[in-house]
Nanobody, 120 residues
Framework: VHIVESGGGLAQRGGSLRLSCAASGTIFSISTMAWYRQGAGNWRDPVAIVSNDGSVTYSDSVRGRFTAFRDDAKMTLDLQMSNLEPDDTNVYYC???????????????WGQGTQVTVSS
């Protein structure tokens, strides 16, 4: 399974960026898709979690500014980030929770991350 992120870059305070994540490979089904960003130490903090029923949970820090879009047919998850703040500067990671076949357990697969930098 490959998880590929794109769309990071540099933005000014108040600006916008859109991140894209695409999953491919041996995938029977995807349960949750989510965006995380690097937290303290090795921890990654959830930014937006999209369940397979389409429900979305946002972190308090981004709610109202970020919007997640999931396309199950394309196995993609986009994150539209608006009204960006310098505190949003971070590496953003996409995660897909995948079932490889009808009998398999669920496995977490992560992308390599994409850098977002917001200048003041």
């Amino acid at each position: 399974v490959h998880i590929v992120e794109s769309g990071g870059g540099l933005a000014q305070r108040g600006g916008s960026l859109r991140l894209s994540c695409a999953a491919s490979g041996t995938i029977f089904s995807i349960s949750t898709m989510a965006w995380y960003r690097q937290g303290a130490g090795n921890w990654r903090d959830p930014v937006a979690i999209v369940s397979n029923d389409g429900s979305v949970t946002y972190s308090d820090s981004v709610r109202g500014r970020f919007t997640a879009f999931r396309d199950d047919a394309k196995m993609t998850l986009d994150l539209q980030m608006s009204n960006l703040e310098p505190d949003d500067t971070n590496v953003y990671y996409c995660k897909a929770v995948v079932r490889h076949n009808s009998q398999s357990a669920l496995f977490n697969h992560w992308g390599q991350g994409t850098q977002v930098t917001v200048s003041s």
